[in-house]
């Protein structure tokens, strides 16, 4: 039994002896009665804050919400829980997270080495510091809240490998305990100093500095933790980066930690501390051993080299697992469970060269008011070609020679494109239906398993519309529908189908009608294992131009009200990345800003949180 529940059944206890003694003793004791009230007093904020506990304890119901019992039944508020107690609701929370994590972990790379086997799960040897202290949250804001003494208790790596069967060296954890400080970081946040022992990501404006211990460190600790990893060579590595509010990672070597010098291109790529932990587990995995890399991360990696290393046999992207996911992660490794995530972000090769990497980072005005909180600012000259949407067009205008896009090689650029993910079984997708009626598109896709284990596949739905040079900025992919399958046993098939509205695919035409806009023509409905690779295509045709504004068409379906410019004066003099010619203007977008000095007139409309009022003008910018 836990210390808290120790703790509770003995205060219940008490409290239950007080109340049987005060009401049997009661004319013996009523001088110390004002020194009862006042002991009943104090205990009733320790009672509230552990209401949950002692309900489940007892199999009591301390509070109940009730409504007047006035109007129509159905206009009353009333809630039931779907769980008939504490411990019901635990186990469900348990329960999805596990399959959250079985659905959403994303298999990048695997030649055969996954799943696992009955015997390989007994030779399992964990390597990194956060294979033993993973990042199961968010550091600040979205933070991971361990549940302990419960019927369903959070677990981390370690124990739900364990409870799901698994064997670990056990000479690897020691050493890793033992090497505390080495990992520990502390945190200023608003609450005074916290101090982790997972990764943690930089402050905004800060460093990432690596926390893997050296070759050297782990020699110190335990000269002879190789020993054993002939015996458990299958061998688990984890790679992990933190997310946090107020934090962040600056693109390329200037958000890496210099005085490290450890060959670090990019906070988000490897160190020479964790490439050589990867060799070292390749080293040691002979013939018949795998090495396996789990990406705890919530950000997009540069990984390429994992990816080009032969001597890596599998690469997990796991993201952050929260209190029970790690379940999940284990059933995906034995198998139990067939990955079918897919990445919500492109992984590039280089993350420095993208668009939205240029001026990214702590900006601050020249001339702020020291009055207020205005002296930070982002450039995001990339406009609407962020992530996919711009490696994507980037290769389309290439392939299809429009505008002068000059050389451009995806596959030296992207390493997995949005959308990607492998499985342990094979799938096949074919477009059995395409109509429009009344400005809806009805899509049906036919899935088939196959391969040789059962397994879910995703239907994921793009549109390429028509583009006229130096026109509305459009992308020539962007990502309309998608939709999981079921469990597909090996040659059995499903019929998915999708539907959206032609309204989906209006492109908002900011410096001329400055609203959206259909415009005429033919747009391709194309399903795609991910943003890049086409597995088949129709065409939807527009006949004329469909003008979403009051004197026009009217709002979009989906608009509250209708879309149109606003905010033009927060334009600002920014030469924003447009697609005609190429990206022609590429460079004059990305370079830095000639003046970081804010306008009179936004200096005089700026509203923070320091010098709002209701009845302030309409906001005319932000600040942190």
Known sequence: ??????????????????????VFFKCLLSPLLPFLLALALSAQPLVNASRTDIDKFLGTQSSKTVTDDTG??????????????????????????????????????NNGALPLSAGEKGKV?????????????????????????TDADTVDLVQ???????????????????????????????????????????????VFSSKEPSQAALNGANASWKDGLSNYN???????????????????????????????????????????????????KGADGKVIVLLNSSSAMEVQELEDNAGVDAILQIGLPGGYGFYGVADVLSGDANPSGHLADTYAADIASSPAAQN???LEWTNPDPSISMNSAIVQAEGIYMGYKYYETRYYDYIMGQGNPGDYDYSQTVQYPFGFGLSYTSFQQEITELAE??????????????????????????????????????????????????????????????????EDMASYDDLNRGCYVLEAGDYEISIRSDSHTVLAAQ?????????????????????????????????????????????????????????????GEAKAGFISNAVYTPSAPPCRGSGR
């Open 125 to 149: 040897s964990l390597l990194g510091f956060s294979s033993y202290y993973p990042v199961r949250g968010g550091i600040m804001g979205s933070s991971f809240i361990a549940n302990q003494g």
């Open 437 to 502: 009626t009344d400005g809806t598109v009805t899509l049906k896709v036919k899935v088939t398993n196959t391969g040789s284990a059962a397994g879910k596949d995703v239907v994921e739905v793009y549109y390429t519309p028509p583009y006229t040079n130096g026109g509305i900025e459009k992308a020539s992919v962007n990502l309309l529908a998608f939709a999981k399958t079921g469990t597909l046993e090996p040659n059995k098939s499903e019929v998915v189908e999708l539907s959206f509205a032609l």
């Open 234 to 284: 299958v061998m688990i590595v984890t790679i992990a980066r933190a997310g946090s509010e107020n934090g962040t990672y600056l693109p390329g070597e200037a958000g890496v930690d210099p005085s490290q010098n450890l060959n670090q291109t990019d906070p988000l790529g490897l160190s020479d501390d964790e490439r050589d932990l990867i060799q070292a587990a390749i080293d040691a």
């Open 160 to 206: 739900a490998l364990t409870a799901k069967g698994f064997t670990l060296n056990p000479d690897l954890q020691p050493l890793y305990q033992g090497l505390e400080s080495v990992f520990t970081t502390e945190v200023q946040s608003w609450g005074g100093t916290i101090t982790y022992t997972t990764i943690t990501a930089p402050s905004i404006g800060g």
């Open 1 to 22: 039994m836990s210390q808290l529940s120790v703790f509770l059944q003995r205060t219940i206890t008490a409290l239950l002896w007080l109340g049987g003694a005060v």
């Open 360 to 362: 990214f980072g702590n």
């Open 539 to 599: 065409t939807v045709h527009v006949d004329a131009d469909v003008v979403y504004n009051d004197s026009e068409a009217g709002a979009r379906s989906t608009d509250a009200v209708t879309a149109v410019n606003r905010f033009d004066f927060a334009r600002g003099d920014v030469a924003y990345l447009s697609r005609a010619d190429g990206f022609a203007n590429y460079a004059q977008a990305t370079a830095a800003p000639a003046s970081m000095s804010m306008s």
């Open 72 to 109: 129509e039944k159905q206009d009353l508020f009333t809630y039931k829980s779907d769980y008939a107690g504490t411990g019901e609701l635990l186990n469900a929370i348990e329960d999805l997270g596990e399959r959250m994590s079985e659905e959403g972990t994303v298999l990048l790379k």
